[in-house]
């Protein structure tokens, strides 16, 4: 008799592929950051991130926020943000960095409201073409929001704007 393999060898299983996706998604996104940006990218496709913004999960409120590598530099700096998910609570994004270029994977919310901070002269685009609502306001065109918000809010502009 065959017996099917224990579910905790097949998530084991799953878990160990998933870095190796996870690079190569990572690469795609990059590079359709990048040709996004166009001629004004100061990098071209299949250059690697500088730094990862590792945003979490967070449901009801509850979860891991932002963490990962965002100093101020003074030359330009790819910077990937991994998707973020949010789901009936609050999170936010904030992207210190003026010379950043920020490339977002993805970001969902459901039934909350997620608000990414950065700094006036940091550049912003997703690894896909556009975001998508449903019932809701993405205001970034950064993500998916489902009954919910997301927003992109500006500090550090001359003029006090933003």
């Given amino acids: 008799m065959i017996r099917p393999l224990p579910a905790a060898v097949l998530a084991f299983a799953a878990l160990s592929l998933a870095p190796a996706l996870a690079l190569a998604d990572d690469q795609a996104a990059l590079d ?5 940006w166009g001629k004004s990218s100061p990098f071209r496709k ?3 991130a500088d730094g990862v913004i590792a945003t979490g999960v967070k449901v009801f409120g509850i979860g891991k926020g932002s963490t990962g590598d965002d100093p101020v530099t003074a030359k330009p700096r790819l910077v990937l943000v991994r998707p973020a998910v949010n789901v009936m609570g609050r999170s936010t994004i ?3 960095n003026p010379k950043g270029w920020y490339c977002f994977r993805s970001n969902v919310t459901v039934m909350g409201k997620m608000t990414i901070e950065a700094q006036c002269d940091a550049h912003i685009a997703a690894g896909r ?3 998508t609502t449903v019932g809701a306001a993405d205001e970034s065109n950064k993500g998916v929001a ?3 918000a997301l927003r ?3 500090f550090g502009c001359k003029g006090g704007n933003g």
């Fill in 46 to 48: 299949g250059t690697h």
């Fill in 32 to 36: 359709e950051c990048i040709a996004s």
């Fill in 152 to 154: 992109v809010n500006r």
């Fill in 146 to 148: 489902v009954f919910g």
């Fill in 94 to 96: 904030r992207l210190e």
């Fill in 129 to 131: 073409d556009q975001g």
